[in-house]
């Protein structure tokens, strides 16, 4: 029988995360803010956790997936928190998106507890998470990745779960991820704008440019997006911005200089500021046709 595993946080990201879990027949232990997506995990197999700790109390292996670093660091250290139950040689996963230097502290503290912390975030949306192959970078102890990585791979693509260093590697990595993600959407969102002005099909323009050097998934995958006018969320607007301002803090702590990140910061500001908050991140393009928009003549 599978070792059990805990589960926090059972959002757009980690429900279907925790459901392929227990496809792979891990047995599963829940815990989330709020009960509906916990008793949809239930009935399907899962057993419900009261809180954090009362999960860290019956796993060794653990998972937590939530929105920002404030609500890790409440998870790990608040009262009832997993660090208040945690069993000496337990290896915590964290795939949540949260700053470098918080990620580094909570591994510190998770040592200091005879554990480990892996930050494990991770990339791909919600259509990769529901299909189980996400890509996980991963940051941390290699023996702990080692032995946990069978059950990264029932989340994950095997050929994209990559250890990439020592704590806080992952999250670094996550911020390069949005840097490369945010740019591209960007750059595609400024081209399908120029197309549409100068009144050429931009959909042409797209299947053009699949063929050649311009090709990426943000142009496969986002551009129909935005073409369709679908921006039903697979990765909320808002926390994209909120990855964002990790990755301008994270560039800061550095010394590196990012004009192209700090202008994409600015766009993905903009499309929270319009209340376009909970929509997908892609609508980062409506800024953009926005600012292209024909103005009216003068009288």
């Known amino acids: ?27 599963l232990i829940v815990h989330s803010r709020g009960q509906g997506p916990v008793d949809e995990l239930v009935a399907a197999g899962a057993a419900r956790a009261g809180s954090p700790a009362d999960v860290a109390r019956q796993t060794r292996r653990l998972f937590t997936m939530l929105p920002d670093s404030p609500d890790v660091e409440l998870v790990m250290e608040g009262a009832n928190g997993v660090f208040s139950a945690v069993q000496p040689g337990s290896i915590l996963i964290d795939s949540s998106s949260i700053s470098p230097a918080v990620a580094v502290r909570l591994a510190q503290a998770a040592r200091e507890r005879q554990a480990t912390l892996l930050d494990a975030p991770v990339s791909g949306g919600e ?11 991963v940051g941390g102890d290699a023996d702990a990745f080692a032995a946990v990585l069978p059950i990264l791979e029932a989340v994950g693509n095997p050929e994209r779960i990559i250890r990439i260093g020592e704590s806080g590697a992952g999250q670094i990595c996550k911020v390069c991820n949005q840097i490369v993600i945010g740019g591209t959407l960007a750059a595609v969102s400024e081209a399908f704008s120029l197309a549409r002005r100068a009144g050429v099909d931009a959909a042409k323009v797209r299947d053009a440019l699949l063929g050649g050097f311009a090709a990426s998934r943000v142009l496969e995958v986002h551009g129909e997006r935005i073409l369709n006018g679908n921006y039903k969320p697979g990765f909320r607007a808002k926390l994209y911005a909120k990855d964002y301002r990790i990755a301008v803090e994270t560039l800061g702590a550095h010394s590196v200089p990012a004009p192209v990140a700090a202008a994409v910061h600015q766009l993905v500001t903009a499309l929270v500021a319009s209340g376009r908050g909970d929509a997908d991140y892609s609508a980062l393009a409506t800024v953009l046709f926005d600012l292209a928009s024909p103005r009216p003549s003068s009288s």
């Open 1 to 27: 029988m599978q070792e059990p595993v805990g589960f926090i946080g059972l959002g757009l990201m980690g429900k279907p995360m925790a459901k392929n879990l227990l496809k792979r027949g891990y047995p």
């Open 127 to 137: 259509i990769g998470a529901i299909s189980g192959s996400l890509s996980i970078m």
